[in-house]
């Protein structure tokens, strides 16, 4: 059975920011109570409808744009574990970017891995060709992490470059060492300041299911609230833990689907009108939960398999392109809108 405090909770929450108490209170009442947690999804999904609106941007991505330098690589991350994984190729990025502009798709995300102490001139190589093949339009998310330095943002600003990631996973800055032990949370505090220097937007992302479980509620509350301090903070990507076979946390469960929810949710009453995009970790059907928990409004719906296709001697546009492999869940993510109700812009 609910409780009614907790609507009332939910009531003051809906008409503004709440306070850290609020918000842990929130967490706290939705991860011990189903029926709680029904309110504060439904909660969630009045704040996105009256500040984002319910309609969703189909849009593109293209990952290991650069190889991980991390040392050691993140814990929770299978990427760079195997000698052979190789980055795209910058014709197989220059290909991708034109298969979407055909598709109709607008914006797209390049990201990982990691170079650390780079100005970031190997991502500026990638943005400058995309931008010497005459992609004038779209809107370009980087995602590499804190290996860019101001000038390089400031020249890709004028690539078409929008948006730079700067990705915690978690505040906790001792639950971000012992999970990122290669990475440095401080020089990600500044990054996330260099980046509206540059006069770019910010984008971030957490982890539903790091850490113990006693302490996740903490985490994430604290998580929110640090986040909430940057105002050029336009996204941020809710992944959820899944254990890989390949990676030193294999043998961690994974995130419950519930618990990764109540973090959307109170992701959309912390953050507001940010976009709470549903990341690695949510199968499809638990990519449906998360919209329903108040996620949006933004949904990759076609990606680069990239197999390090380079050009060979004789390859056409057309040829080269046919062998690219572009997964494209375009019509699946319609129908799964169409059946909530939703709206694809
Ligand atoms: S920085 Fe990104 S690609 Fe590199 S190990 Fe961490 S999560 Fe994986």
């Known amino acids: ?28 009442g939705a ?28 849009t593109g991505g293209i990952s290991s744009v ?11 991350c299978p990427y760079w574990r195997s000698p052979e994984a190789q980055q795209a190729s910058t014709d197989e990025i220059v290909a991708a970017v034109h298969h979407f ?51 390089t943002m400031r020249r890709m600003k004028k690539m078409g470059v929008v948006k730079t990631g700067v990705v915690f996973e978690t505040a906790d800055r001792e639950l971000f ?35 113990q479980e006693e302490s996740r509620p903490e985490n994430y509350t604290d998580s929110l609230i640090y986040l909430r301090q940057f105002p050029h903070m336009q996204s941020l990507y809710i992944s959820k833990f899944r254990p890989d076979p390949s990676i ?15 973090l959307v949710s109170a992701a959309r009453l912390v953050l507001r009108d940010k976009e709470i995009r549903i990341a690695a970790g949510w199968n499809p059907q638990e990519r449906v939960s998360g919209i329903l928990a ?7 719906a076609m990606m680069l398999n990239h197999h390090a296709a380079y050009w060979k001697p004789g390859d056409t546009a057309e040829n080269y392109e046919s062998r690219l ?12 809108i169409d059946k909530m109700g939703l709206e694809i812009q």
């Not at 011990?32 to 309609?55: K, P």
């Not at 060709?129 to 992490?145: L, P, V």
Request: hydrophobic share 35%; glycine share 8%.
């Open 177 to 211: 060492k012992s999970m990122k032990p290669g990475d440095s949370f401080s020089a990600k505090e500044k990054f996330a300041w260099d980046i509206n220097e540059a006069g770019l937007q910010m984008h971030s992302g957490l982890m539903a299911g790091l850490g």
């Open 66 to 76: 650069l190889p991980c330098r991390l040392a050691p690589l993140c814990l929770y």
């Open 101 to 151: 502009k055909r598709e109709g798709i607008r914006e797209f995300h390049l990201s990982g891995g990691t170079i650390p102490g780079s100005d970031g001139s190997e991502l500026l190589s990638i943005v400058q060709a995309i931008w010497n093949s005459g992609i004038r339009d779209m809107e370009i998310t980087i995602n590499c992490g804190a290996a860019l330095n101001v000038e």
């Open 294 to 300: 108040g996620g949006g409004n933004e949904l990759c």
């Open 325 to 336: 492999e572009i997964s494209d869940s375009r019509s699946e993510q319609r129908a799964m």
């Open 31 to 58: 991860l011990d109570n189903a029926a709680n947690r029904e309110l504060l999804f439904e909660a969630a999904r009045n704040v996105r409808r009256n500040t984002c609106g319910d309609q969703f941007r189909l």
């Open 1 to 28: 059975m609910e409780d009614r405090s907790y609507r009332h909770l939910l009531e003051r929450a809906a008409e503004h920011y709440p306070s850290r108490t609020e918000t842990l209170e929130i967490i706290r």
């Open 248 to 262: 030193p946390l294999k043998n961690k469960e994974q995130c419950p689907l519930d618990e990764a929810c109540v």
